[in-house]
């Protein structure tokens, strides 16, 4: 593994952002894990749903290209990209972490909740089986202000790159635009 990045995208409220886990591997393959409430074909989004078990949660694992251009070419979305520095064995359970939670979700699905079993909460308990002493914050729940908590934490992240994140600016289908090595051009191409 080369490389753990967070994503993040500002959706409904500017104080909610839905977080993503992207694992860069040496061959130029990367996978993103995005925790998401699963919606059955008759199922419309309900954000007060979300609190009272409407929706079950799933953990998806999609490479990146698919999910960036998802966001940005059909949702409109802007994404913002955070490289983490983990240490290779860090790296490497964190993406075992999701890998089981995946897997105890395919074997007893749990309901979503918008407060205990979100996007970033599922992101944090995984992180936590890392860095067991990392404490609770309220931008945990506040997950825009997620990066911000990150970088206050010190050296295991890039301070340098949070300070200024790079930016995934809203693209036109088909529109080729590269603003970090693992969102390559080629993922903008087929729109």
Same mark, same amino acid.
Request: charged share 25%; glycine share 4%.
């Given at each position: ?6 994503? @993040? /995208?500002?959706?409904?409220?500017? &104080? ?17 894990? /995005? ?9 419309? !989004?309900?954000?007060?749903?979300? !609190? ?8 998806? &694992? ?34 075992? /972490? ?12 749990? !309901? ?8 970033? @909460? ?20 506040? /997950? ?6 990150? !970088? ?7 301070? =340098? ?20 090595? =693992?969102? @390559?051009?080629?993922?903008? &191409?087929?729109?």
């Amino acid at each position: 593994m080369t490389s753990v990045d967070l994503l @993040t /995208s500002v959706w409904a409220s500017p &104080a909610i952002a839905h977080v993503l886990v992207s694992f860069g591997f040496a061959d130029g393959r990367r996978l993103v894990f /995005s925790a998401e409430i699963r919606r059955e074909a008759d199922e419309v !989004f309900s954000s007060l749903g979300a !609190f009272f078990k409407k929706f079950e949660l799933i953990l998806i &694992a999609v490479e990146e290209r698919d999910i960036v251009k998802l966001r940005t070419n059909y949702r409109r979305k802007n994404l913002y990209l955070f490289p983490l520095r983990l240490s290779p064995e860090q790296a490497r359970l964190l993406l075992v /972490s999701y890998l089981e939670r995946g897997n105890q979700l395919a074997a007893k699905p749990e !309901f979503y909740n918008t407060i205990t079993a979100n996007c970033t @909460t599922v992101v944090f308990r995984l992180v936590r089986l890392v860095d067991t002493g990392l404490p609770y914050d309220w931008r945990v729940l506040a /997950s825009r202000y997620l990066p911000s908590y990150l !970088f206050e934490l010190g050296p295991s992240i890039r301070q =340098s790159l949070l300070a200024k994140p790079l930016k995934v600016r809203r693209l036109r289908p088909g529109q080729l635009y590269s603003p970090h090595p =693992s969102i @390559t051009p080629q993922v903008f &191409a087929d729109s």
